[in-house]
């Protein structure tokens, strides 16, 4: 990768942010709490015979009945939804470990600490195996309903995309007409702050769908959204925040290996890079991807991180565009990942380590096929 990088910059138009009139109430609380079955299983050994008497008192404080029992062959620890003749209820299959803890999937509980079992089995009760809407990575909508949110949001961004205003974002994505958009307090006085501070995408928006193009957009801002339900209705709510608020992501993991839907990704090439700027940088990545890219402008400003006034350096070498980007990354508290929108359109993401990190944390099991 010989190259003369040469520093350029891209000014977008400033304008005042113009709120929008969003057109649907705030959701009411979730009063009705779900019945809650909560079932142990233990090991016929006399400390665990001992630690169910301990935990039992505990759960009995609690004002809660647990049923201790042998597992079955093959039976793993679960928390589920379960409907019987149309009522819902949450049944969660725990395990005791050695050490005398319960651990229900992912969440482990001491006996020392019952005041956190007694959050977690308030949240079942209240919202769910999913839990709450907000910490939610598809944010309480059901199989169905966010399946059908990726595909509504899957149609190509028909043109230019004007970030002068949140109304004109929307505006220029033409998002579909059945998922209204509802904009927060938070969001309004983020999107006033915001003015001034907005210039045009690094990256060309045309061909990206409108669910990542949205997330992108509004990342300027320092805004986000999220698909949300109000009564029978999906909306989508913008709020303030980034990818680390539980935000509906700027794109998708890839079903496939990296390396497989994207083989350029892999190959060596020479690299050699003195003084070189980071934005240019970039872009040649970006181009030798042959990819769109974009930046997290409002998080990267946040974080202190000014891509176009860095340099970078590094001694020759033969790396992988994967390697270089992980190397970049890492050298300035970048993160550049791969990502997926809607309809299986890869594209280069920007943003920092910490969103990256976020990201990966909460939507790594949420994939999306890689469209032809």
Known sequence: MMAVFRQSSCHGLIAAVVLIGYILPTAPAQDARLPLQIEVMIQPSTSQQLATQEWARVFQTLERRATFRSGRNGERTRVETEEFRGRKSVLAVGLMNRDGSLS?????????????????????????????????????????????????????VPGS???????????????????????????????????????????????????????????????????????????????????????????????GPITTVLPAI???????????????????????????????????????????NTKYSRKPDKLSMFHLMEIVGTANHLGLSIRTDEAGKLFLWVTTETEEKAFEKRFAHIRVNRGG
Request: glycine share 8%; net charge negative.
């Open 104 to 156: 229900f999937g992912a969440e482990t509980f001491r006996i020392t600490q019952p005041e956190v079992l007694q959050a977690w089995l308030e949240k079942l009760e209240q919202f769910g195996p999913g839990g709450p809407p907000d910490e939610n990575p598809t944010w309480g909508l059901t199989e169905d309903q966010f399946r059908d949110v990726l595909k509504k949001l899957s149609k190509p």
């Open 161 to 255: 995309v004007d970030l002068s205003s949140v109304s004109a974002i929307t505006k220029s994505i033409a998002l579909p007409p059945d998922l209204p958009i509802r904009l927060t307090e938070a969001g309004q006085r983020q999107a006033v702050a915001a003015s001034g501070r907005m210039r045009s995408l690094a990256g060309n928006p045309m061909g990206l769908s409108q669910g990542s193009m949205l997330a992108v957009s509004l990342a300027h801002l320092g805004l986000g959204f999220r698909p949300k339900v109000h009564g029978d209705t999906v909306y989508l709510e913008i709020d303030a925040g980034t990818e680390d608020s539980n935000m509906y992501p700027v794109g998708w993991k890839n079903t």
């Open 266 to 308: 892999s190959k060596l090439v020479p690299v050699e890079l003195e003084d070189a700027n980071l934005d240019a940088l970039i872009r040649l990545i970006a181009q030798k991807l042959d990819l769109q890219h974009f930046y997290s402008e409002a998080a990267l400003r946040a974080a202190g991180l000014d891509v176009e």
